[in-house]
């Protein structure tokens, strides 16, 4: 079975800097996919970003961007120029390929975002 | 844009009763899912299915049961609620992945059940 594992539960950046969040995973497939999720607090879960995993370049999306290190099984999350509003839970999750997509889910890391 | 929608944001229900957590999609999605998000949990696959009629067990899917007779719409049914059922459920849609196109699940508010 997969398993996605996010060992920092806090996260805080000031305003402007840069954070990164952690994430490690445990798959035996060789094709499947990578994403992380953004939920604010008492809204709803939205797409950061995403990656698949037989692509070599890491995935951008404006200011978020991942290094995803394959034979690691490493896929961190970098959050560049942070923002009030980048304060959210922060899910790290796997899926395989196939008809329905499965998500694996991290138990998530809170950012705080610091004036 | 997709949207999901989840009955109700809260709900407080007594030890027993059968409970019953609507979701409706208005993307014409195959596929939609039903978890459970708790403290230090994650989120955690309850069941999924992807058509009409169709279902299949999540990661946990003791003590639920799903129903989807119209595509647009996925219950979750708890037929004998308990106290540690007491959590955030959240329900998301997607379409069938074409090839090895992945295609992104989309979540909606989320409820707020507690089981009393």
């Known amino acids: 079975a997969q398993t996605v594992t996010q060992s920092q539960p806090e996260m805080s950046v000031q305003e402007a800097e840069t954070v990164t969040l952690s994430c490690t995973y445990d798959?035996?497939?060789?094709?499947?996919?990578l994403f992380w999720y953004k939920q604010p607090p008492s809204r709803q879960m939205i797409l950061v970003i995403r990656?698949?995993?037989?692509?070599?370049q890491n995935a951008t999306e404006n200011r978020f961007s991942v290094n995803f290190q394959k034979a690691a099984k490493s896929f961190s999350l970098k959050i560049s120029d942070s923002q009030l509003g980048d304060a959210a839970m922060y899910f790290c999750?796997?899926?395989?390929?196939?008809?329905?997509?499965?998500?694996?889910f991290g138990t998530g890391t809170r950012l705080q975002v610091t004036l | 844009d997709v949207k999901v929608t989840q009955s109700s944001r809260y709900l407080v229900k007594r030890t027993g009763e059968k409970v019953f957590l609507e979701c409706v999609q208005d993307m014409d999605h195959e596929n939609m899912f039903w978890y459970r998000q708790d403290p230090g949990l994650g989120l955690r696959l309850i069941y999924f299915?992807?058509?009409?009629?169709?279902?299949e067990k999540g990661d946990i899917p003791e003590g639920y049961s799903v129903s989807r007779e119209k595509k647009e719409r996925f219950s979750l049914i708890l037929e004998s609620a308990s106290t540690n059922q007491t959590s955030m459920y959240l329900c998301a849609s997607s379409q069938s992945d074409r090839e090895l196109s992945n295609q992104p699940q989309h979540f909606g508010d989320g409820t707020r059940l507690s089981i009393l």
């Open positions: 798959t035996s497939e060789s094709d499947y996919y």
């Open positions: 990656q698949e995993a037989y692509k070599q």
């Open positions: 999750a796997y899926a395989t390929t196939g008809t329905a997509s499965k998500l694996t």
């Open positions: 299915s992807y058509d009409v009629k169709m279902k």
